[in-house]
């Protein structure tokens, strides 16, 4: 995989990955359309709505300046990881905290939170 060192073309790859891995994992059909949802979020990597950090283009970019993967692939594989971590932690956050504001709440009345977390 080539990939043009731009940030909207590692931010493509990124959602690509994840959108591929999350297809193929085995994960249930309501777990895939939820975390999808939920990287639509703020700071996470499919928001659309402002020019935005986040986390999985940041260790994208650490792993290339470092040099300490020099597999393309493979980067893009870590990075996707880092997302996918860092929304993990929001979630059992929002869960742990009993937020009603977060995320998580936005899509799911007040039982799935439970089931979700049941699933994972």
């Avoid at 260790?59 to 993990?88: D, M, P, R, T």
């Avoid at 905290?97 to 979700?116: A, M, T």
Wanted: hydrophobic share 40%.
């Amino acid at each position: 995989m080539a990939i043009i060192r731009t940030e909207e073309s590692a931010r493509n790859y990124l959602r690509q990955f994840l959108h591929n891995y999350l297809s193929s994992s085995g994960l249930n059909p309501e777990m895939q359309y939820f975390t999808i949802k939920l990287l639509h979020g703020k700071g996470k990597i499919y928001n659309e709505a402002e020019d935005h950090f986040n986390w999985s283009e940041f260790s994208f970019y650490i792993g290339q300046f470092i040099g300490h993967e020099k597999n393309l692939v493979n980067q893009i594989g870590f990075a996707a990881g880092v997302e996918l971590l860092l929304l993990a932690s929001d979630i059992i956050d929002d869960l742990a905290d009993g937020d009603r504001k977060g995320d998580i709440h936005k899509y799911w009345d007040n039982q799935k939170p439970l089931y979700f977390l049941m699933l994972c």
